[in-house]
């Protein structure tokens, strides 16, 4: 095979105040969306209604239409089996999942909210109830491609918030059977329901239950998917609840000439392994740099493992924004929002404290993205598609919630009372002010 040469299209800031086309690709990258097209919506959606309304039978349907199911149509895997799973796991494999579990667990204890109470005057309390949810689904990809690692990521913070039950989802492969890592990772975290089902129908399994197999409908849906899947989340949202919408996995790299070429490299071909429609991008305001970068992605491109999937993925996904200077390259970060971003600079904590979207940075050259997806503890389930700017990871507060009690006495509403009655009559709610009259013995017959 011949040796690859590698250069990646190039996006140069400078240019965005003169050059139209410049501008306008700047706008299509910072504005690029998680949201599923239109047609994936409508397909997803009409999918959600037969299984609305068909349950167990619609799954399976979907699951032999579209693929993800088990050979025989069995659609929940017994927790005897997920044991068998957890013993037969090789020592080395058990061993790294069982370090994941811990760090997750670790960080994930450190998110946990406490519950508070307010005197805000006396007679008037008010406590923010920390309440962890009964029902949650986690959503964990299979098939050709399974990840153990996600389910992990989606189960032990529900763990540690206290859920009553955690059902998990999860597609067959094309032979109908299931991956054997990520099933004896459910039996080392004890999931209490296992889901044989992919794509939107194990969305609307876990969203609306299984009524023939006495499963019951989830509270909040959580875990990233393909587009299909975040399509259906997205429209289950208001029956239950959802983490967030998640696009295709993303990767940056903000870096100078202080750092090493070969890092660099290796890090935008893993995130290449994703997939052609996973971006990775080098942001540099140094070109000879992103020069090396190429030169090394050529070299290490050369010898890698699924090397054609690689070079399509770089071809399509990959880019090199050159910025005029440490600033701009910093503030395109920021407007960016990328969901991974590694940060390989000079003054590397100065520039951590200007960066204020992304879904999770990995700070110096020895801390590359894969460490996060798998063993540092952090979640890595993200936001995409510039969601950074106002969401952040998966986390133990996403398994529950705060309820308000609010705790008035006759005195408290005394005090209160002008207010309320005074508002409530500006807004021409004279009920309102009635219901506070009358514990007064002054309100209208």
């Known amino acids: 095979m011949t040796s690859p040469t590698v250069i990646l299209r ?11 086309s410049v501008a ?25 209604a037969s299984v609305k309304a068909g349950g167990d039978a619609s799954v399976r349907e979907a699951n032999v239409r579209f693929g993800g199911g088990r050979t025989d149509g069995s659609l929940l895997v017994s927790k005897a089996e997920m044991a068998a799973a957890r013993d037969a796991l090789p020592p080395r494999i058990r061993a790294g999942l069982e370090q ?12 946990l909210p406490e519950t508070r109470t307010t005197t805000m005057l006396p007679g008037v309390e008010i406590e923010r109830r920390w309440v962890p949810l009964s029902r949650v689904g986690v959503y964990a990809p299979g098939g050709s491609a399974a990840y153990p690692s996600s389910l992990l990521m989606g ?14 989802a999860s597609p067959a492969d094309a032979e109908g059977g299931l991956n054997q890592t990520l099933l004896g990772a459910a039996g080392l975290v004890g999931v209490d329901v296992f889901i044989v089902a992919g794509g939107a129908q194990a969305i ?11 499963v019951a409908p989830v509270d909040r849906i959580v875990g990233p ?20 919408p998640a696009g295709p996995s993303e990767v940056m790299v903000v870096a100078d000439g202080t750092a ?3 890092h660099v490299a290796a890090d935008m071909l893993s995130q290449a392994e994703h997939g052609p429609d996973s971006p990775a991008l080098l942001v540099t305001w140094d070109e000879s740099f992103a020069t090396a970068v190429e030169a090394e992605l050529a070299r290490q491109l050369a010898t890698a493992a699924r090397r054609d999937i690689l070079e399509r ?5 990959a880019l090199i924004v050159v910025a005029p200077g440490r600033d701009a390259a910093l503030d395109f970060v920021n407007n960016y929002a990328p969901e991974h971003l590694s940060v390989v600079v000079d003054d590397v904590e100065e520039a951590v404290a200007q960066l204020r979207n992304a879904g999770s940075l990995f700070v110096g050259p020895y801390a590359p993205e894969s460490a996060g997806d798998y063993a540092s503890g952090a979640n890595h389930v993200l936001p995409t598609g510039g969601l950074a700017r106002s969401c952040g990871a998966l986390s133990t507060e996403d398994y529950g919630k705060f309820v308000q009690v609010q705790r008035i006495t006759r005195e408290g509403l005394a005090a209160i009372r002008d207010s309320v009655e005074s508002i409530a009559e500006a807004e021409g709610l004279i009920a309102h002010k009635r219901a506070v009259e009358v514990r007064f013995g002054e309100a209208e017959s």
Request: overall charge positive; some cysteine; charged content about 25%.
């Open 10 to 20: 190039r996006l140069d800031l400078s240019r965005a105040a003169t050059d139209l």
């Open 313 to 317: 993925s770089l071809g399509k996904g």
């Open 260 to 262: 090493d070429a070969v």
């Open 24 to 48: 306008a690709e700047v706008r299509a990258l910072l504005r690029r969306g998680a949201v599923p097209d239109r047609l994936v919506r409508e397909g997803a959606r009409a999918i959600l």
């Open 100 to 111: 994941m579990i811990a760090n997750i667990r670790r960080f994930a204890e450190t998110q």
């Open 155 to 168: 189960v032990v913070p529900a763990k540690v918030a206290g859920v009553g039950t955690i059902v998990v």
């Open 225 to 244: 998917g393909n587009s299909w899947v975040t399509a259906a989340k997205l429209e289950v949202f208001g029956e239950c609840g959802i983490d967030l």
């Open 204 to 214: 609307g399994a876990m969203a609306y239950g299984l009524p023939d197999a006495g």
